[in-house]
């Protein structure tokens, strides 16, 4: 690996970038279709990256996706909770359950002034179908522009198991 000196914060949003990237690439690149009668799926949020010598941090907006890639069956989200990075509970987005038809698309959207998540911020997302259907795809969009400087990516989601199922 080149040697990237002492100002390496300076290339984290870069490297950040490159490494979910190659993740995302990969992933596509498999093949496979993930069925599923739901999910708890976790998926990180940066609301903020650090840059500069002086650890500075760089605010960024956030949108959580939750696209449902079954073209005929629909699913339910039952929960979507915002948690900080020291694991507390900010804000539950849902107050009952809901249904997301085929292809359809349901967001989330935190403005970059919104730093009450911090760099370790996560959304948990679970769902659910009455059959086993395509898992849809959950994943996070940062972007964030400051004196012409901009920055953007991708977090994907990821399965988890919760509690002692």
């Known amino acids: 690996m080149p040697y990237l000196g002492r100002n390496f914060r300076h290339w984290l949003p870069l490297v950040l970038f490159l490494c979910l990237s190659l993740t995302v690439s990969a992933l596509a690149a498999s093949g496979e279709v993930r069925l599923s009668r739901g999910q708890s799926v976790y998926v990180p949020v940066y ?11 760089f605010q960024l907006a956030a949108t959580l996706g939750i696209r449902n890639t079954d073209p005929t069956a629909s699913l339910r989200i039952t929960s979507i909770d915002y948690y900080d990075t020291n694991g507390r509970l900010i804000r539950r987005y849902l107050d009952k359950p809901v249904l997301l038809g085929p292809l359809a698309t349901r ?27 395509n898992a849809p795809v959950i994943e996070c969009v940062m972007i964030g522009a400051t004196s012409g400087q901009g920055i953007s990516f991708v977090s994907p989601g990821q399965e988890i198991r919760e509690g002692n199922r």
């Not at 609301?47 to 941090?57: A, D, H, Q, T």
């Not at 009450?116 to 769902?127: D, H, K, L, M, Q």
């Open 47 to 57: 609301s903020n990256v650090f840059s500069g010598p002086r650890s500075l941090p």
């Open 107 to 133: 967001y989330v959207h935190l403005e970059e002034k919104d730093e009450a998540g911090g760099f370790g911020a996560n959304f948990i997302v679970r769902w659910q179908a009455d059959r086993v259907i």
